[in-house]
């Protein structure tokens, strides 16, 4: 079956190291997202991707980055962690503008 | 995107109908009404959108008000699993297709 996957699950990291997640999507979705969620704020968007090489910020896109070489995968990048982005990360895709996103599991990503 | 009003917090009676009022006053006319939710430690679930008319999938009820600014979603039959926090969106159909999330009604079935 079509699925979105997040790896690590869990990854604790040093202050100043470069810390990168992975999503990857096997149902060839052209759009997708990345949120963080932290304890009273919900679910914040980082940053998306309508298709291969278009990145968009989101509205907390400030010390991260993403690229987009292709359609499976919207890898995020923290250049330099900081304890302010110890947070749970959520990857998700849609097909097309308007339908359903599909999340995935999530990664809880801790710095020291 | 307009913005959305919910309850914090709501329980509700296993086996009874649980319904999840959401306040969108300031809704445009080309803008769906979403409805997603989340289990805790899960990624958020779609469950329901629509327009302008009333809404039903295996999930749950979406009802719109006529003039579209209130909208409530309707668990049938409320079980346990249904504890999470449920989360209403409004969103402008076009190639904009991120989600702005508020903060939701968190749902207690009680036993």
């Known amino acids: 079956d079509a699925e979105i996957t997040q790896s690590p699950r869990h990854k604790i990291t040093e202050t100043g190291r470069q810390v990168t997640l992975a999503c990857h999507q096997t149902?060839?979705?052209?759009?997708m997202f990345w949120y963080r969620q932290d304890l009273g704020h919900g679910l914040r968007l980082i940053h998306y991707?309508?298709?291969?090489?278009?990145?968009n910020k989101g509205e907390v896109s400030d010390g991260y980055s993403v690229s987009r070489s292709n359609t499976e995968d919207l890898p995020l990048t923290l250049e330099s962690a900081a304890s302010s982005q110890t947070s749970v990360y959520f990857c998700?895709?849609?097909?097309?503008?308007?339908?359903?996103?599909?999340f995935g599991p999530g990664t809880r990503l801790t710095v020291l | 995107d307009a913005k959305t009003t919910q309850p914090p917090s709501m329980d509700c009676a296993e086996g009874r109908a649980a319904n999840l009022p959401c306040n969108h006053s300031?809704?445009?006319?080309?803008?769906?009404v979403y409805w997603y939710r989340q289990i805790h430690s899960q990624g958020p679930q779609y469950i329901i959108h629509?327009?302008?008319n009333n809404e039903t999938n295996e999930m749950a009820s979406l009802i719109i008000t006529e003039d579209r600014k209130s909208s409530t979603l309707i668990l049938p039959h409320a079980t346990l699993r249904d504890t999470a926090v449920y989360y209403c969106i409004v969103r402008v159909m076009n190639r904009d297709d991120k989600i702005i999330f508020g903060k939701g009604t968190r749902l207690h079935i009680l036993p």
């Open positions: 991707s309508y298709g291969v090489h278009d990145t």
């Open positions: 998700a895709s849609t097909a097309s503008v308007g339908n359903e996103q599909f």
């Open positions: 149902w060839n979705h052209n759009n």
């Open positions: 629509g327009l302008k």
């Open positions: 300031t809704i445009s006319g080309n803008e769906y």
